[in-house]
């Protein structure tokens, strides 16, 4: 049986291991020059950034990938935790460094507002239930089902609070403003509103605040390194440098991709780990079928999008550390923007990582290498990111410079991604970084299937599908979509982690 893969992003990656080990020949074809996707890297005048994801969490779901292979993690990619989390800057001032540790966690809350400790246990108490209640159904296994659903008693889902968004439900545990926006920003980690997503995206925060994040040695790029190389050891071709432009069927199965250069790659099955959207949109012959579909898919909500600054600035800043979060005056107001009126937010909430505090390298000395973030809208007619980005950019740098940290006449190197640049460069939907939104009670379970319906042999991984966006979730998708292929073409079934 042969498999072709197109995309080496993290999703894909994971579905060529997971083929690999089971015996199939497995071929990825990326059109990038380089492996990882979203997560990628770039280096410029003595600066190295990680170019994508900086939050790296579920642990246990990449070493389960690599024991799968026979292998361990350590050998590949050495993570270390990161200990505070992260650093929270609020408008009046305000400071909070989230740890998992409890005690260090409670001493923080204490000095915001000591009434919230209580709530906060209890909100810790309320995400590891939604975890355990929904993690078996929509997070470690295949798609749900309304046979699974059923299995859950309906009494766990309304504990799970289905029917809550997720601020009212942190609402109901802690009363300062400055905790609830704390929590409320889990819904971001998948594009979303906090005032629009449900309480069960409670779940981030149980991931992150109970079992901690992961930086890997040398870069987050590492990872996706990482997982590259067991591929190729376990025999997985990969090719870069290689768009794919059509994925050919016959009888309304597929056959064979073809490439841009034209040529023919035949394959028993494939697995597309680009946004399904696009797949419907531009890979796939518009059939009857598709169209229909696609124009469903067209008409969905997607996920928020970003815009990144890279810096390198002349400059080290003792009072930052290697995650932080200047927060917005109001919250509401800059998801209204994002997601009401289509603009980047006019007051956002900036997200600055800095790998150079943990690894020296990624910075000339005196310097440091930093990564900013801001949520933004999918690409929409209402904001022009071809003429505004840089004005945009400089706006940001003068909100990070009300928080004390100016840095505009000390930057040696300035670049810039935006949701343009994410949609050319990972085939991403409208720049939408988590596919389709997560907004509403059953986005669950309005997500894409990773067996597509309208073509035979044709499987999808990547956050776009189940079970989501964010680098654990893809990395299951790939699992999901091999044990797809194997029990459809009558291989051994491997067991989710
Ligand atoms: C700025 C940013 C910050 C993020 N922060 C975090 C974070 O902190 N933590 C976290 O967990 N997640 C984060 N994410 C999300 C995370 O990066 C993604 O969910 C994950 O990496 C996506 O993996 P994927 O499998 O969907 O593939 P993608 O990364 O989307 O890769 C798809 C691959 O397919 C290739 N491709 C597309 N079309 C074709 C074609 N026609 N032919 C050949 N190849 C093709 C693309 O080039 C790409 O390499 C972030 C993402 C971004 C952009």
Redesign the pocket.
Known sequence: MKVVI???????LSAAIHLASAGVQVTV????AT?????NSLAADGFTWD???????MRHVFEALFAHAGRHLADYVQLQPVEPLTRYFYPDGARLDASPDLRQMIAQIAQIDARDIEGYLQFLAYAARVHRITGPVFIYNEPPTLASCWRVPPTDFLKAGVLQTLQRRIQRYVRSPHLQQLLGRYAT?VGASPYAAPATLSVIAHVELAGGVWYPRDGVYALAQGMARLAQELGVQIETD????QIVTRHERVCAVVTQDGRRVEADAVVA???VT?VYD??LPHTASVVRRLVKLKKQQVSGS?F?LMLGVEKVHADLLHHNILFSRDYRCEFDDIFQRGIPPRDPTIYINITSKTDRQHAPPGCENWFV?VNAPPIGDRFDWHTQAAYYGDRVLETIARFGFDVRGHIRSRHM?TPLD?AR????WRGA??GLSAHGRFSALRRPHNRCSDVAGLYF????THPG??????TL??QVAANMILRDMGGSIQRLP
């Open positions: 197109i995309g080496a992003g993290l999703g894909g074809l990326e059109q990038n492996i990882g996707g979203k997560m170019t994508g994801p900086s939050v790296i969490t980690y290689c768009p794919v432009q780990n680009v946004d696009t531009t890979l970003g990144v973030l991604l994410i460069q990972s085939g991403a970084l988590y991984a990547g956050g776009a966006g964010g680098t654990p979730l893809v998708s790939g």
